[in-house]
């Protein structure tokens, strides 16, 4: 029998539902921390009723404001994802299908198809933890956020790095920006996520990369993420400048390995620790560069 | 705003309702608990088993993560509404000769959500099966069964083919 978090009707959060940005924040501001966006409200309920945070007394619901939910290719190429799109409505999408193949596959991997009906993708982003931040990250995606009276845009690895604040802030765009399409027969990409069961849990590691090879096999462009669990997914910027204009070889996989391990900031539970989630990182990541080595045309890539 | 009088109004079953509910009540509660209708299973109550599937517009969504006001305006098919009459659907005609149940806990949400899939997908292979109901725990069937029976849903489309 199923038991109401309160039990009392009137304990029950008053819904909101704005029509615009500036009237959802001006809601946020008027109530302060005793109200809280929402979207789907799948990550939400679920900390509620593991008791992760209480049950606030507003909900605003970004549900009715348009201009959170639009899905579009601009002349230059640029995707603007609307935060409110259903991640089930992006898998369905032609232009994601075509344009963001990477990130649609990242969406197939979140919870089962029922969750995906409701969940979206900016409650994903704004998690700081959702298994949607890594493949963002290799997109080089850009976020835009309003404050109800200004926006800004960042990129998303910038954005990620000012941790959450209380003050609040509507997200209401997310940018990807266009593929050189020239460089697609010579650019590669991978997501894998490794979970305790394959959907429902938190990943375990999350990894995703984009790598372009130059005519002469040498690397052009390299973008890779690390997240999973509670870690903030980031970008190994280091590691990625130190091997463009290299070819794949042997060392260039093992400073990788050790570059992989070393950087990711990863977060135990206690289901897996840093360690063993570092490990995983390096593995999945190597293991994938290895692949594209022999995909590349490497003649010289070993067997095994 | 919407409060404790708010009054949800949507299509249940294809019928019109209007119910005084708190917005954010869950649809599994107001299902079960407001209008009896107990098809409608709770178990985890986090989007994890898919005992509470319903469908919401024709697609499946857990009802113990979907609030009322989420709800309203739309159209929510219950394991009640799924069959016409007397007259079982197709799915839950091939789950009771296949044998797709044992206890039958899980069974209430395994129906919608292979509704849902036969609706856009009356013959899908196993392996579009496997993933229309990765969100569909069953502790007991080994869900063989279950497979067989979307298996058989399915039969005269091949046939035909
Ligand atoms: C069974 C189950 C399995 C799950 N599996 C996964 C998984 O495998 N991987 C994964 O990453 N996640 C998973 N999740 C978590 C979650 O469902 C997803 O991350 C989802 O995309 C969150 O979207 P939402 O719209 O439901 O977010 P909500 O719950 O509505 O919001 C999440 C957070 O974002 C804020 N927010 C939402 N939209 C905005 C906006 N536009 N501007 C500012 N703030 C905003 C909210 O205030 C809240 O803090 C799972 C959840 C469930 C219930
Ligand atoms: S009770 Fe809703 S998914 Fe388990
Ligand atoms: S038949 Fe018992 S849980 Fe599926």
């Given at each position: 029998m199923s038991v109401p978090l309160?039990?009392?009707?009137?304990?029950q959060p008053s819904v909101w539902q704005p029509t615009s940005v500036e009237e959802a924040m001006h809601l946020k501001h008027k109530w302060g921390d005793k109200a809280v966006l929402i979207s789907g409200g799948t990550w939400l309920r679920t900390r509620w009723e593991n008791g992760v945070s209480p049950l606030p007394q507003h909900l605003i619901s970004?549900?009715?404001?348009?201009?959170?939910s639009g899905l579009a290719m601009d002349a230059g190429g640029q995707i603007h994802i609307g935060p409110s799109l259903r991640l089930a409505d992006l898998m369905d999408s032609e232009l994601m299908q075509m344009k963001c193949a990477l990130l649609v596959k990242a969406c197939a991997e979140i919870a089962a198809p029922s969750v995906r009906n409701l969940a979206s993708i900016g409650g994903n982003v704004v998690t700081?933890?959702?298994?949607l931040i890594t493949a963002l990250l290799v997109m080089d995606a850009q976020v835009v956020c309003s404050n109800g009276t200004a926006e800004y845009t960042l990129p998303l690895a910038k954005w990620l790095d000012v941790p959450a604040q209380a003050i609040s802030e509507v997200m209401t765009g997310i940018k990807v920006p266009n593929i050189d399409i020239e460089d697609a027969e010579r650019t590669f990409e991978f997501y894998l996520k490794v979970g305790?069961?394959?959907?429902?849990?938190?990943?375990?590691v999350t990894v995703a990369g984009r790598l372009s090879l130059a005519p002469?096999?040498?690397?052009q462009s390299l973008a890779l993420a690390a997240g999973g669990g509670s870690a903030v997914p980031a970008r190994f910027v280091d590691l990625e400048t130190a091997a463009i204009?290299?070819?794949?070889s042997k060392d260039l996989l093992q400073s990788l390995h050790t570059g992989v391990s070393e950087g990711f900031q990863a977060v135990p539970d206690d289901y897996a620790g840093v360690a063993y989630r570092k490990q995983t990182a390096a593995n999945l990541i190597v293991s994938e560069c290895y692949k594209v080595w022999r995909k590349g045309g490497g003649a010289n890539a070993p067997k095994s | 705003m919407i409060n404790t009088t708010y009054v949800l109004k949507c299509a249940i079953n294809g019928k019109a309702v209007a119910i005084p509910v708190?917005?954010?009540?869950r649809m599994s509660d107001i299902l079960r608990d407001?209008?009896?209708?107990?098809?409608?299973k709770v178990s985890c109550?986090?989007?994890?088993?898919?005992?509470?599937m319903v469908l919401l517009d024709g697609k499946p969504v857990n009802s113990c993560l979907l609030m009322a006001y989420q709800a309203a305006g739309r159209e929510v098919t219950t394991i009640e509404g799924i069959s016409a009459g007397e007259d079982l659907h197709p799915v839950q005609q091939a789950m009771l000769e296949e044998g797709g149940?044992?206890?039958?806990?899980?069974t209430a949400g395994m129906v919608v959500t292979l509704t849902a899939l036969w609706e856009i997908n009356?013959?899908?292979t196993r392996a579009e099966a496997e993933q229309a109901l990765c969100g569909n725990i069953c502790?007991?069937?080994?869900?063989e069964g279950i497979f067989r029976a979307v298996e058989r849903c399915g039969l005269s489309i091949k046939r035909e083919g």
């Open positions: 309160y039990q009392v009707p009137e304990q970004l549900a009715h404001i348009q201009a959170l700081r933890t959702g298994d305790r069961r394959e959907a429902f849990t938190p990943s375990v002469d096999q040498t690397i204009g290299r070819p794949l | 708190p917005a954010s009540k407001d209008l009896l209708l107990t098809g409608t109550e986090i989007g994890r088993c898919g005992a509470c149940l044992q206890c039958g806990y899980c009356p013959a899908p502790r007991c069937t080994g869900y």
